[in-house]
C-alpha cells in the first residue's frame, strides 16, 4: 500500500524478553499469593483447590496486558471480546473476591512493566495481612450457637452431679463456667425435658471440648448440638 500512500499501524513490537522476565516474576509472586492464601486465609471453602486458579489468573492477565498494550485495535476489541464472558460460579467469600484482586493486580503491573513497584506493593499487602491475622490470633473468640435437648430432671446416680435447683439453672450454670459470654436465646420446655439454645463466645475450640465433656458428665443422656450460623452458605 505504499503506492497509495497509506500506513497500516501493526502495533508496536512485542519484547519477548520482558515478557518472559514479567512471567517469570508473576510465577514467583502467584505462588507466594497461593501460599499465603492457604495458610492464613479463613474462609471454609477448600483453599488449598482455590489457591490453584491464582498462577493462572497471573499469568494470563500478564499475557493479555502486554499484548494490549502495543495496539490500540487490541485493547478496543479486548472490550468485546470479554463482554460475552459470563462467571456462574459466585464469590461468596469477601476473602476470596480480595486475593483475586490482589491476582489481577500482580497480572496488571507486570504486564505495564512495572516490576518492582508491583513486587513492593504486593509484598507490603501481604505482610500486612499477616501481621494482622498473627495479632488477632490472641485474641480469636469463637461464637456458636448451643443447642441442648435434656429428658432429664435429676443428678447421674451416685450423688455425683450439677447442685440441686431447677433444670434451667444447673445447665446454665455449667454452660457459663466454660464461656466468655452465654446470651439464652430460646426455651422449650415440654413434658419431660427441655431444649434450650444459646449464642455463646468461646475462647476456642478446646472450651467446646471441654463444654461437651461436663454437660454429658452431669446430665446423663444429653444432646449437644453446636451451629455457627454466621458461616452457613446463604441459599
Avoid: C
Avoid at 524478553?17 to 477448600?46: D, P, Q
Avoid at 462467571?87 to 491476582?103: D, S
Avoid at 435447683?165 to 445447665?171: A, E, Q, V
Amino acid at each position: 500500500m505504499q503506492g497509495l500512500g497509506l500506513d497500516i499501524p501493526t502495533g508496536a513490537p512485542l519484547s519477548l524478553t520482558a515478557l518472559v522476565l514479567s512471567l517469570g516474576i508473576g510465577t514467583v509472586l502467584s505462588v507466594i499469593l497461593r501460599w499465603h492464601f492457604e495458610r492464613y486465609g479463613s474462609t471454609l471453602s477448600n483453599r488449598s483447590e482455590f489457591a490453584q486458579v491464582f498462577p493462572l489468573i497471573v499469568l494470563t492477565t500478564v499475557l493479555i496486558i502486554t499484548v494490549v498494550k502495543s495496539s490500540l485495535a487490541l485493547s478496543l476489541g479486548l472490550v468485546g471480546a470479554l463482554s460475552i464472558v459470563r462467571f456462574r460460579t459466585p464469590i461468596k467469600e469477601p476473602e476470596e473476591l480480595a486475593y483475586l484482586f490482589i491476582a489481577i493486580g500482580i497480572g496488571l503491573g507486570l504486564g505495564a512493566d512495572q516490576h518492582v513497584p508491583t513486587v513492593l506493593a504486593v509484598g507490603l499487602i501481604l505482610i500486612v495481612v499477616a501481621l494482622l491475622r498473627w495479632s488477632r490470633r490472641g485474641r480469636e473468640h469463637t461464637g456458636l450457637y448451643l443447642s441442648v435437648d435434656w429428658g432429664g430432671d435429676g443428678p447421674p446416680e451416685g450423688g455425683e452431679g450439677p447442685p440441686s435447683g431447677r433444670p434451667l439453672d444447673r445447665i446454665a450454670d455449667v454452660v457459663s463456667r466454660h464461656a466468655i459470654g452465654a446470651d439464652l436465646r430460646r426455651v422449650d420446655a415440654r413434658e419431660g425435658g427441655w431444649e434450650l439454645t444459646w449464642y455463646l463466645d468461646l475462647p476456642g475450640t478446646d472450651a467446646i471440648a471441654a463444654l461437651v465433656d461436663d454437660l454429658q458428665h452431669d446430665f446423663p443422656g444429653i444432646g449437644v448440638t453446636f451451629v455457627d450460623q454466621n458461616q452457613m452458605p446463604s441459599v
